[in-house]
C-alpha cells in the first residue's frame, strides 16, 4: 500500500487514538489462547508471511497447504503440501490450529472440523480469522463466478500485479450459527466468536470507493445491533 491509500488509512484509522488493525486483533487473540511453547499447526499457511512469522515467537510451527509455496515458508519447523483434508499428525499431537482466512475455502466443513479435533490435544484449541459471509464482500463473492473474483478481487484491494490469484471460496463456515451448529456436532466447544469491522481493504482501488465502504465501517461499528454484518469472523474452537 502506498499514496493516497497509505496516508488516508493513516487519517481514518490512527493508532494513537487506539485502533488497531484486523491482523494485530488476530494475533493477540492467538497470543492470549495459545501457551508458550506449543505445538502448533497452520492450517493455510502459505509462503513467509507475518502470522507464521508471530506465531513462531509463541511455539513451534508446522504449516500445512494445498499450494507448495509453503515449502519456502520461513517461519515454519516443518511444511507439508496437502491433498484434501488429511494431516499428517498422530491423533492428539498438537496444542493449537490456527488458520488466517482459509475456512472460506473449506469445501467440506464437517470433515475439516473432524480432522482439527482428530490432531487436536484435549484441551486444545482452533483459533481462526475468516470472512463473515453477511458481509457485502461475501454476499458478491457468493453471488458471483470465480472467474469474475480472480478478475476484480486483488484489483480493488490494490494489490501488485503478481499476487496470487483469490481460491475458490464455498462460504461455508462463515456465519456464528454454521459455526456453532458444525463445531458442537463435532465435538467442540464455541469459546468465543467475535465479528469485527477494520480499514476498508477492498476500497483501496479508487477514493469513491474508500470512503462509502468507510461510511459503512463506521455504520456497523456504531451498534451492536449491526454487528451481524461486520466484514471478519474471529472464532476460537476448544477440544474438551
Not at 494431516?87 to 490450529?97: G, H, K, T, Y
Not at 453477511?134 to 463466478?145: D, K
Not at 464455498?170 to 465435538?187: E, F, M, V
Not at 468465543?192 to 483501496?204: A, D, H, R, T, V
Request: hydrophobic share 40%.
Amino acid at each position: 500500500m502506498a499514496g493516497w491509500q497509505e496516508r488516508w488509512v493513516n487519517k481514518f484509522y490512527d493508532r494513537s487514538t487506539g485502533w488497531v488493525d484486523g491482523t494485530t486483533q488476530f494475533h493477540e487473540l492467538c497470543r492470549d489462547n495459545i501457551p508458550r511453547g506449543a505445538r502448533i499447526c497452520e492450517i493455510g499457511a502459505g509462503p513467509s508471511n507475518q502470522t507464521s512469522r508471530f506465531l513462531a515467537t509463541i511455539g513451534e510451527v508446522h504449516g500445512v497447504d494445498i499450494d507448495a509455496s509453503v515449502l519456502n515458508n520461513d517461519a515454519l519447523a516443518s511444511a507439508n503440501v496437502v491433498t484434501g483434508d488429511h494431516f499428517p499428525f498422530e491423533d492428539e499431537n498438537i496444542d493449537a490450529c490456527v488458520s488466517n482466512y482459509v475456512i472460506e475455502h473449506i469445501e467440506n466443513p464437517g470433515q475439516h472440523l473432524r480432522e482439527v479435533f482428530r490432531i487436536l490435544k484435549p484441551g486444545g484449541v482452533y483459533l481462526f480469522r475468516a470472512p463473515n459471509r453477511n458481509h457485502y464482500v461475501s454476499l458478491v463473492a457468493r453471488f458471483t463466478p470465480h472467474w469474475f473474483h480472480e478478475r476484480v478481487s486483488n484489483r480493488l484491494r490494490n494489490l501488485a500485479e503478481d499476487a496470487h490469484a483469490p481460491y475458490p471460496t464455498y462460504h461455508r463456515l462463515n456465519s456464528p450459527r454454521q459455526i456453532a451448529d458444525a463445531a458442537s456436532h463435532c465435538g467442540f466447544s464455541v469459546a468465543q466468536l467475535m465479528l469485527i469491522e477494520k480499514e476498508p481493504s477492498y476500497g483501496m482501488s479508487s477514493k469513491a470507493l474508500f470512503l462509502m465502504f468507510l461510511a459503512y465501517e463506521r455504520l456497523v461499528n456504531a451498534t451492536d445491533a449491526l454487528a451481524g454484518l461486520r466484514a471478519n469472523i474471529l472464532g476460537v474452537l476448544r477440544r474438551p
